[in-house]
């Protein structure tokens, strides 16, 4: 079997195991809501969840609020990848850079994103402003490192240079992903989906609040697994076959 035959076959084997995974969550979760055991305004049955979600997504609310977040989450990562792509390189390439700018990341990353939400909002009040910020700034340190882990450690094999700037804009996005839900609870004024879970929770609107989470759950899955994971199969295979065509 070619390699190509095998990678598709493996990824098939895995997004079978996921989809069993998740038909044996959503079972159990159903058949927790129907017990009675918890309010049904609390613990909503999947139907219900399903019902709300067409209703949101007919009136074109939840579509709304998901454009709202999703032009915070890339514009931050953008921003990310402009700073810290080229940032890391030159880390990589002069020791003055990395001497300077590596114990900075070093002492800013391990701090939440999250953390910094009440300070930016000090500063630049509610909105995007923050929301983007927040994005930036949980987006940036994965680029960075791994950008500059990747050409610092390989010279010649462009092959896992390549694969470590895919993997840093993977992780970025999915640090993205899940700062800027936060920072909408936070900061956002009225838009964005982390906003619509903030602002369900305050009438007890469970099934609004599930809703919004399964719209934030298939969206981070379709761009960190089909979008990010193409991008980074593709640039792998392009430098696999530029480095094997120069010998």
Do not use: C
């Not at 680029?143 to 240079?161: F, I, S, Y």
């Amino acid at each position: 079997m070619s390699a190509a035959g095998k990678a598709n076959m493996d990824r098939a084997r895995s997004a079978y195991r996921a989809g069993l995974t998740l038909l044996v969550a959503a079972a159990v979760y159903e058949a927790i809501a129907r017990s009675g055991y918890f309010p049904a305004a609390l613990l909503p049955t999947l139907p219900k969840v399903a019902s709300t979600l067409w209703t949101l997504l007919l009136d074109g609310t939840m579509l709304e609020h998901a454009a709202y977040t999703m032009y915070r989450v890339l514009f931050g990562l953008s921003l990310a990848v402009i700073v810290g792509l080229p940032l890391g390189i030159l880390m990589a390439r002069f020791r003055p850079v990395e001497n300077f700018f590596l114990p900075l990341a070093s002492a800013l990353m391990p701090i939440p994103s999250l953390a910094w939400v009440p300070v930016f909002i000090l500063w630049f009040g509610l909105g995007n402003t923050v929301a983007i910020l927040i994005v930036f700034y949980a987006a940036l340190f994965p680029m960075l490192l791994n950008t500059w882990t990747g050409v610092r450690a390989v010279n010649p094999l462009w092959l896992r240079a390549a694969g470590a700037m895919g993997a840093g804009l993977r992780q970025a996005f999915l640090r993205a992903w899940i700062a800027v839900v936060g920072a909408e609870m936070l900061a956002a004024s009225d838009w964005g989906l982390g906003w619509v879970i903030f602002d369900a929770k305050e009438f007890l609107n469970a099934d609004v609040m599930l809703a919004a989470l399964a719209v934030i759950g298939l969206i981070g899955f379709v761009f960190e697994r089909l979008v990010f994971g193409s991008i980074e199969r593709a640039t792998v295979m392009r430098w696999g076959m530029v480095r094997t065509a120069k010998g």
